[in-house]
C-alpha cells in the first residue's frame, strides 16, 4: 500500500531564512513518482515538481530545490532566503506506476514565513 | 496556459439534497479524477474515469457518488443525498494521455458546506 508522511504539522520562520519540508513514503512497487504541490490561502492546488523512483539527481528551481533519496524514501524540499509569498500548504504525493496513477497525499505541512 | 475549471466555486446545501459539481478538464487531456479535502485536513482521492468509465475508486465513493462525461468537455460529480461529513473542498484534476507518471493538473476547487 502507498503511503506518505509529512512529520512537520507547522512550521514558521522569519523571511529570508532557509527552510526545508521532509517528505518520507512508503511504496511496494519499484516505479512510482513523486510531487510536491502548494496550496496558498486561496485554496487552489499548485503543482511545483514530479519526480520518477529513477531518477535521484536533485533538482533546484529558483529558490526551490528538491532532494530524493530513495535508500531513506524521502522527497524533502528546500526553499531558500524564504519570502512571505511562500506561505502556505505543502503537500508531497506519490502515484505507483500501474492502474489509474491516482495521487495519494501527505498530511500537509502548513509553511508560514514572518515578515 | 490552458487549465481545468471548476464550477461553483461555493456551494451551500441542505442534507439530503442532490448536488452536482462540474468540472472542465484541459482539453485534449484523457484522464479524469476527483478529490476531496475535509477542512484542514490532507486531499484524498475519490474516482478516476477514462474511456467514459470509471477506472479506480476508493471506499469513500459509495453509491452516493457517482461521476459523468456527459458531453466532450464537461466531468461531474454527483451526490444524490448530502450528508453533514460530505462538506469539504472538491478537487477535479485532468491527465493527458496517461504516460506513467504524467503530472495531474487541478482545478481551483468547489467548497460545499452541508447544513
Known amino acids: 500500500a502507498q503511503k506518505v508522511t509529512q512529520a512537520q504539522t507547522e512550521i514558521s520562520v522569519v523571511e529570508k531564512e532557509d527552510v526545508t519540508l521532509d517528505c518520507v513514503y512508503e511504496t511496494r512497487d519499484t516505479t512510482y513518482y513523486l510531487f510536491w504541490y502548494k496550496q496558498p490561502p486561496s485554496g487552489e492546488l499548485v503543482f511545483l515538481i514530479r519526480?520518477?523512483?529513477?531518477?535521484?539527481q536533485n533538482e533546484i528551481s529558483g529558490r526551490y530545490s528538491w532532494n530524493f533519496q530513495k535508500s531513506t524514501s524521502s522527497f524533502n524540499f528546500t526553499i531558500t532566503a524564504s519570502q512571505v509569498v511562500d506561505s502556505a500548504v505543502y503537500f508531497c504525493?506519490?502515484?505507483?506506476?500501474?492502474?489509474?496513477?491516482?495521487?495519494?497525499f501527505g498530511q500537509g505541512t502548513r509553511l508560514t514565513i514572518n515578515p | 496556459e490552458p487549465e481545468v475549471t471548476q464550477t461553483p466555486s461555493h456551494q451551500v446545501t441542505q442534507m439530503g439534497q442532490e448536488v452536482i459539481l462540474r468540472c472542465v478538464p484541459i482539453s485534449n487531456h484523457l484522464y479524469f479524477y476527483w478529490y476531496r479535502q475535509i477542512l484542514g485536513q490532507k486531499v484524498e482521492f475519490l474516482v478516476s474515469?477514462?474511456?467514459?468509465?470509471?477506472?479506480?475508486k476508493s471506499e469513500i465513493f459509495d453509491d452516493q457518488f457517482s461521476v459523468e462525461r456527459p458531453d466532450g468537455s464537461n466531468f461531474t460529480l454527483k451526490i444524490r443525498s448530502t450528508k453533514l461529513e460530505d462538506s469539504a473542498m472538491y478537487f477535479c484534476a485532468s491527465m493527458g494521455s496517461g504516460r506513467i507518471g504524467e503530472t495531474q493538473y487541478f482545478g481551483p476547487g468547489t467548497r460545499l458546506l452541508v447544513l
Open positions: 519526480r520518477n523512483s529513477f531518477d535521484e
Open positions: 504525493a506519490l502515484s505507483e506506476a500501474g492502474g489509474a496513477q491516482k495521487l495519494v
Open positions: 474515469f477514462y474511456n467514459n468509465e470509471i477506472s479506480e
